[in-house]
């Protein structure tokens, strides 16, 4: 199939709020490749939802930002779904020295081959960030609706699978036997349970009753799975990282069990038993080789222990059978219905320099890569005043709009660059609704420096409030440190741009060890 057909379906997609017709359009495309190319049903899957069968192929934001806008585009679409697959297996084959300047050759020649519309899909694809507002939920459904299988079975599958793509082709062209076949297998990840948000802990707990009310830990989300003496460590993604994290190996195999498959974080201690900065630990799991720094694994549940799976148990059981494989090694927590409880745990957990906590009903199953109602996350969220340095320009549903936002943090002393300069620290597209996206059109080509093709720079006179879940060390913005999980809350017509926070006001959000450490590149 031409790659065109599937950047027009995306396109479509992108550019309707309604889930119904996301489904549809999405459904018509399969069925389309099932009659055309089944092979590439699977390889589809994942293009769509940025999640390629490669993974991550060595291609990052700084390359594909020295190719955006300098390789002109095909006038006509002639790349197949095929070319598009085995260019992400060159470029993820590609390394040893000089493998940067390889992974760009290839992708500026593929590219050169690419219509406009292609080249915003490759790159969104190679980024992650497709925004076509069609994730796994929806795909899921537009594979259930091409198959004619029940999207309950389908959803199944792909939890316990871990392999969107491999379920699209059983969904499509496969019998609804083979789909009710897939079950859990230890040694194969599958997708995690995720956690709805609560602003407070008293609210978390009004929504789940009696609970297990958790710390939320800031580190990396991992799955272990023992089969004898083979252990295998997942991340959130379901990439395999055994080799990096021998620490969290050796605690496993020291459990009395044969076969297990568990979830949890794992993250760096200092010397007096604090966590370190997640910068840190992002870094160190990242790690090819071995480090000084060890990672410390903690685990909060367990989907299967010695040929019984635990999925549907409830919550209770499944902790009671996490107390007695590994006691030291359970995540911080109490049972509870009281908020008095749940509000006090999570001031200790704050207190211990983690994130918040997570609130679990008691009865809850572990709904595999869904995410309900029953763990409610419980996180204090910071707001600061920046400036709008640039916009890009949108695509998909918000083509012709000026959508996300480069932001600036204000720089008195010159610290960072000119005095009473600002210092860019991210940018976000979240929180914007299309009445600011229409305003931000109408009003910021007034205040227009320059631009390129992608983007309008503006003079730094905007104020936006921006809701942050921290900062974290990056060597990409001048200031050493990039916005954590940023949203825009408003505008702020009221303040001038004197009146934005300081890049040293956020900065000071970085733990004490981490403001004096060199920066490096968030590792992920």
Partial sequence: MLLDELVSTAEAVAATGSRRAKVETLAHLLRRLADQSPDEIAIAAGLLVAKPRQGRV?????GLSQLQGGVEPAAEPS????????????????????????RSALLEEFLARATAAEQRFIVGVLLGELRLGALEGVLIDALAAAGGRPAALVRRAAMLSGDLGQTARLAVTGSEEELAAVGLVVGRAVLPMLAASAPTPSEALASTGKASVEFKLDGARIQVHRAGEDVRVFTRSLADVTHRVPEVVEAVR?????????????LTLDDGGAPRPFQETMSRFGAESSRDTLLRPWFFDVLHVDGRDLLDEPLAVRRAELERLAPQLVVPGEVTAEPEDAERISREALAAGHEGIVVKAIDSPYAAGRRGSSWIKVKPVHTYDLVVLAAEWGSGRRR??????????????GEFGEPGGFVMVGKTFKGLTDELL?????????????????????????????AIDGVQRSSRYPGGIALRFARVRQYREDKLPADADTIQTLRSLLPFTSRVASDGDLIT
Avoid: K
Avoid at 439 to 466: C, G, K, M
């Fill in 58 to 62: 060595g291609v990052g934001w700084r």
């Fill in 79 to 102: 790349l197949t779904v095929g070319e598009f697959d085995r260019l992400l297996d060159s470029l993820a084959s590609t390394s040893g020295s000089g493998s940067g300047a390889a």
């Fill in 254 to 266: 020291a459990m009395p069990v044969r076969d297990v498959i568990l979830d949890g974080e794992t």
């Fill in 400 to 413: 012709g709009w000026l959508s996300n936002l480069h932001l600036g943090a204000f720089d008195p002393g």
């Fill in 438 to 466: 229409r305003w931000q059109t109408e009003h910021f080509p007034v205040l227009e420096s320059h631009r390129d093709a992608h983007t309008v720079y503006l003079r730094p006179v905007t104020v936006v409030e921006i």
